[in-house]
T-cell receptor, first 110, second 113 residues
């Protein structure tokens, strides 16, 4: 069975801290890995990773894929209260199947 | 504006009833998905469809049914066979082909009363 596992399940940090969220996967036909942020209702897209070792960056967020280790990390530096959300990792397989992990609940305290 | 629309936002169902959740997109996307989200948890795939008149079961399809008669529409029926239907349901769509992100609707919160 295809699996996407995220860790930690939840995390509480203070503003200004740096956090690293993990995602590992076991899927049959990997195509890409995606990160989403969910604050209230609809998840919003953050990154898509297809190639190993190439960092994607957007402001204080960055992410990298390690295909050998079947994993990805999402880093958030200088965290702010607005970063509080559920961070979802998803793996796209050939045939357009998109499988999500359980998510990491991040809470940033001021 | 292009987007993906789910309705209703809130739905109450009596035990033993079937209910249908609507999902419509005008993004010209081929692929559409239904996910279920329980409190504090990630998304679990119910059904997905790559093309009109074709769909596949996800990880938790039991008690649910779908149809894909039109490209822009992918309704989900929660049947009475679904033992614990109270949850938040998200619909998504994406282009066919590799490496495309999925866009989400705003969700439907279903409560069994």
């Amino acid at each position: 069975e295809d699996k996407v596992v995220q860790s930690p399940l939840s995390l509480v940090v203070h503003e200004g801290d740096t956090v690293t969220l993990n995602c590992s996967y076991e899927v049959t036909n990997f195509r890409s890995l995606l990160w989403y942020k969910q604050e209230k209702k609809a998840p919003t897209f953050l990154f898509m990773l297809t190639s190993s070792g190439i960092e994607k960056k957007s402001g204080r967020l960055s992410s990298i894929l390690d295909k050998k280790e079947l994993s990805s990390i999402l880093n958030i530096t200088a965290t702010q209260t607005g970063d509080s959300a559920i961070y979802l990792c998803a793996v796209e397989e050939y045939g357009n199947k998109l499988v999500f992990g359980a998510g990491t609940i991040l809470r940033v305290k001021s | 504006d292009g987007g993906i629309t789910q309705s209703p936002k809130y739905l109450f169902r009596k035990e033993g009833q079937n209910v249908t959740l609507s999902c419509e997109q005008n993004l010209n996307h081929d692929a559409m998905y239904w996910y279920r989200q329980d409190p504090g948890q990630g998304l679990r795939l119910i059904y997905y469809s790559q093309i009109v008149n074709d769909f596949q079961k996800g990880d938790i399809a039991e008690g649910y049914s779908v149809s894909r008669e039109k490209k822009e529409s992918f309704p989900l029926t929660v049947t009475s066979a679904q033992k614990n239907p109270t949850a938040f349901y998200l619909c998504a769509s994406s282009l066919q082909g590799p490496n495309t992100e999925a866009f989400f609707g705003q969700g439907t919160r279903l409560t069994v009363v």
